[in-house]
């Protein structure tokens, strides 16, 4: 789910420009932040399905004993702030690459490295 809100991200901007209605887009009178955070709700909300799909195994979880109740604001924040998070990254490579296939790339394997001295695998 967060590799999909990266990839999506990643194809926003960069595809804009690809089919030639980045120029008309810029012509609008939004603002470069709406037309950021409405690229970013687009990534979000596209993962509608799998958000329902979540809820519906940890409802069963919930059912069955197998998820802690008091752990399920924390998975869904946690969720939120990750899809988030992927989604900014994928936007950034989208807006920094020079097309869709290098924007791409770099959205699927740049979330997986950490930076170096991290800490982590």
């Known amino acids: 789910m967060f590799l999909s809100a990266a990839m999506r991200g990643a194809g926003a901007i960069s595809g804009e420009r690809d089919k030639d209605t980045w120029i008309s887009l810029m012509g609008t009178p939004m603002s470069a932040e709406e037309m950021l955070i409405g690229k970013w709700w687009g ?3 596209s993962l509608r399905r799998a958000f329902l799909v979540l809820l519906i195994v940890w409802a069963v979880g ?3 004993g197998a998820v802690n109740p008091l752990m399920l ?3 869904l924040l946690l969720t939120a702030v990750y899809v988030s998070a992927f989604s900014w990254v ?3 490579f989208s807006l920094t690459a020079r097309n869709t296939l290098v924007a791409s790339v770099r959205g699927f394997f740049g979330p997986s490295f ?3 001295g991290t800490g982590h695998c």
């Open 90 to 92: 994928g936007l950034f």
């Open 114 to 116: 950490a930076p170096a």
């Open 62 to 64: 919930l059912a069955l």
């Open 43 to 45: 990534c979000v909300l």
């Open 73 to 75: 604001p924390v998975m």
